[in-house]
């Protein structure tokens, strides 16, 4: 399996609700990250975690939860998100040490806020 | 601040033509970087250069990277219409080598290769 699956590939939410976006990867990869992509734009760095601890925040704000459950799956909790936020969402994964291959990313969620 | 800057920004080119593609960059504790190739969706991996001067190939494509110069380059030659892409330099970097680490993305430069 060499793949990072992302889950929903679109979600539409409004700005009161609560909403999560799923990755998940089972190449034995120790960092997973989030990025926002927006359109025309290169992705942004949002989190790092490093062997399920997060390492890097990249001051996002706290409406955006991120959590890593275990060594496979990142999760992305949203609650009362703003029409800006709308982007594409992409998680990628990579071994710690020796990334020979660099990072493998998933398809991405496209996140549109109403 | 890491900083990676790609050239030309937008490119149209025949089928069967040769481009070069720029990537400079400015970052603390380099070290590697990476090609990427997006269409419609998530970036495909291309390449990842840590060593100055050592060219890496895969079909039509390669990269090189010069690590006193700060920059590379990605070639694709003989190209086709399916070469058509967004193509991303991101540069890594990092605090700790434990602590997993950030890619900074360049803007891109837009592929059009016309039949």
């Known amino acids: 399996d060499t793949e990072v699956t992302q889950t929903p590939k679109h979600l539409v939410m409004g700005m009161t609700n609560k909403k999560s976006l799923k990755c998940e990867q089972h190449?034995?990869?120790?960092?997973m990250y989030w990025y926002k992509q927006k359109a025309k734009k290169p992705p942004e760095l949002m989190f790092v975690y490093s062997y399920e601890k997060l390492s890097i925040n990249e001051s996002v704000p706290s409406r955006f939860s991120p959590e890593c459950p275990n060594s496979s799956l990142l999760n992305l909790h949203l609650h009362a998100l703003q029409p800006e936020d709308s982007a594409l969402y992409l998680c990628?994964?990579?071994?710690?040490?020796?990334?020979?291959?660099?990072?493998?990313f998933g398809s991405g969620t496209r996140l549109t806020v109403v | 601040e890491d900083k990676v800057v790609q050239s030309p920004l937008s490119l149209v080119v025949h089928e069967g033509d040769t481009v070069t593609l720029n990537c400079s960059y400015e970052?603390?504790?380099?070290?590697?970087l990476l090609w990427y190739k997006q269409e419609k969706k998530a970036p495909t991996f291309l390449f990842m250069l840590?060593?100055?001067?050592i060219e890496k190939k895969s079909g039509r494509l390669s990269s090189i990277l010069d690590k006193k110069e700060l920059f590379s380059i990605l070639n694709i030659t003989a190209t086709q219409t399916g070469d058509s892409a967004i193509y991303l330099c991101?540069?890594?970097?990092?605090?700790?080598?434990?602590?997993?680490?950030?890619?900074?993305f360049g803007e891109g430069t837009q592929l059009t290769v016309n039949p």
């Open positions: 840590t060593s100055s001067g």
């Open positions: 990628a994964s990579s071994q710690v040490l020796g990334r020979r291959y660099g990072y493998t």
């Open positions: 991101a540069v890594e970097g990092g605090v700790r080598k434990t602590s997993g680490s950030r890619l900074t």
């Open positions: 190449m034995g990869h120790r960092a």
């Open positions: 970052v603390t504790n380099f070290r590697s």
